[in-house]
């Protein structure tokens, strides 16, 4: 008969619980200026290609295709080897992704631009996924929001990557030395971040050996933590709830990325770099809130932020699809910032409120935010033909509605699911985020019954372990 033991696992020390959200932080800003700065010099890696600017815009859907299979791969790839060797994978891809589109500006290769955009798409959730679901995880560890900081930092990354594409650009730097550049420092960066950023990972599935006679009932566990541990999420009410927040959020971002400059220019027949700071203006607003949000998040709930945040981004794009002047529609796009800030961060959040689920959880929403990158380029370039730019965004309130819909799906789960077939967690209104965690109570049922655990806490895997937050609280039992 199975026997059940229950070590107490070693808490983070709250210097170690610091030492992975910094790293976490600084990871994610490193990764936005990298993704994001290569874009402020299209019109030159334009011109290296001799392409038009339909053509490049087609050329740029290969890398949105790559993203929506790789966020699809990446669940399973974290559950079967850890963050922190799919966080290399993704260093090593996107290094290697920006190689070969800056030799292709060099050398005007559109098949090899193609290629590396490929590449690049298919490694952005390896780092993308991993670093949400890590800080996700010390945001329990502290017991207090932190996914809007990191997501703040991924903002300031951006504005420096155009910060930078907008020197190189003014001192005449050829596109291919500006692409390869950046990504070598990015990946030094990186490379001295990912270690200090998943001190606190779970062990891979595959580090986890079965004492003997346990073959059968480790091929188990594989496969129940594998790849099927991943599609299961798919079949999962909520997580495809908070997917379509995540792909309204993603809608809405990646609109005003695309096509808020362009539509003040078109749409007041006003000069380029109005457009530019209408976009600015946009970003700026997004950051402030992220910078905010965690603090309102402790003291409001996600819910509340997410139903507030979605009331704003409504009524903004409404007033910046509708204005009949530029200072109404500047008023819109402030709104329409502040409420698009959040999303993202209470999405991912909530997807990762089960521990042992987590990553095959937040793959699925992530894949959304794919679908929506994939999908709306196209979609509003055909509308804002017949329509008008500003007119063809007002769609993405479709999707803004059903989110405020489904706002309720990111309300922090009670407990965490027993992965041997306990029953599935439920949704509460005491966020447990808000509540400093003192110690966890784990159910450790080991595979075979009859081998003794090593050390406490040594050799287990969430396939083994399934953690239940304790809150001091209830230690104490005030």
Do not use: C
């Amino acid at each position: 008969m199975p026997s059940t033991h229950t070590p107490v696992l070693p808490v983070p020390t709250t210097a170690q619980l610091q030492r992975v959200r910094w790293s976490l932080v600084a990871m994610f800003g490193l990764f936005g200026i990298v993704q994001t700065s290569w874009m402020g010099r299209l019109p030159s890696v334009r011109e290296s290609l001799g392409i038009s600017a339909g053509q490049l815009g087609t050329l740029l859907v290969v890398g949105a295709v790559g993203s929506l299979v790789g966020v699809t791969l990446t669940g399973t790839i974290i559950v079967r080897f850890g963050s922190r060797a799919t966080l290399v994978l993704g260093m090593v891809g996107t290094m290697a992704g920006f190689t070969l589109v800056g030799l292709a500006t060099a050398l005007g290769d559109v098949a090899l631009f193609s290629a590396g955009l490929l590449v690049n798409g298919l490694v952005v959730a390896a780092t993308n996924i991993p670093i949400n679901l890590e800080a996700a995880r010390v945001e329990k560890q502290l017991g207090k929001s932190i996914l809007p900081h990191v997501h703040a930092s991924f903002s300031v990354g951006a504005l420096l990557g155009s910060a930078v594409a907008a020197t190189t650009s003014t001192l005449g730097m050829h596109v291919v030395w500006h692409i390869v550049g950046v990504a070598v420092v990015v990946t030094v960066g990186r490379a001295l971040l990912i270690r200090p950023g998943t001190e606190l990972a779970d062990q891979p599935v595959r580090a986890v050996r079965p004492a003997a006679g346990d073959g059968a009932d480790m091929r188990k566990v594989q496969r129940r933590h594998g790849a099927g541990s991943a599609m299961k999420a798919w079949t999962e009410r909520r997580t495809l709830l908070i997917g379509l927040v995540i792909l309204a959020a993603s809608m809405s971002e990646g609109a005003a990325a695309n096509w808020l400059n362009l539509g003040v220019v078109d749409g007041f027949a006003t000069r380029e770099a109005v457009g530019a700071a209408a976009y600015g203006t946009f970003v700026v607003a997004m950051l402030a809130v992220r910078l905010l949000g965690a603090g309102l998040i402790d003291r409001f709930g996600r819910v509340a932020v997410l139903r507030v945040s979605g009331v704003s981004a409504l009524v903004g794009l409404l007033a910046f699809g509708l204005s009949p002047s530029l200072p109404l529609a500047w008023a819109g796009i402030v709104l329409w910032g502040l409420g698009a800030a959040m999303a993202w961060p209470l999405g991912t959040a909530a997807a990762a409120d089960d521990p042992t689920r987590a990553a095959a959880r937040v793959s699925v929403v992530g894949s959304f935010g794919s679908i929506a990158s994939l999908s709306m380029p196209p979609v509003l370039g055909l509308l804002a033909d017949s329509w008008g730019v500003r007119h063809a965004l007002l769609v993405i309130t479709v999707a803004m509605v059903i989110s405020l819909a489904a706002a309720g799906q990111v309300r922090a789960e009670k407990g965490a699911a027993d992965p041997a077939g306990a029953p599935e967690a439920t949704l509460t209104d005491a966020a447990p985020d808000r509540t400093p965690t003192a110690v966890a109570a784990v159910d450790v049922r080991h595979a075979s019954g009859a081998a003794p655990l090593q050390q406490q806490g040594e050799g287990l895997d969430d396939a083994d372990v399934a953690v239940e937050p304790v809150h001091a609280e209830e230690v104490v039992g005030v």
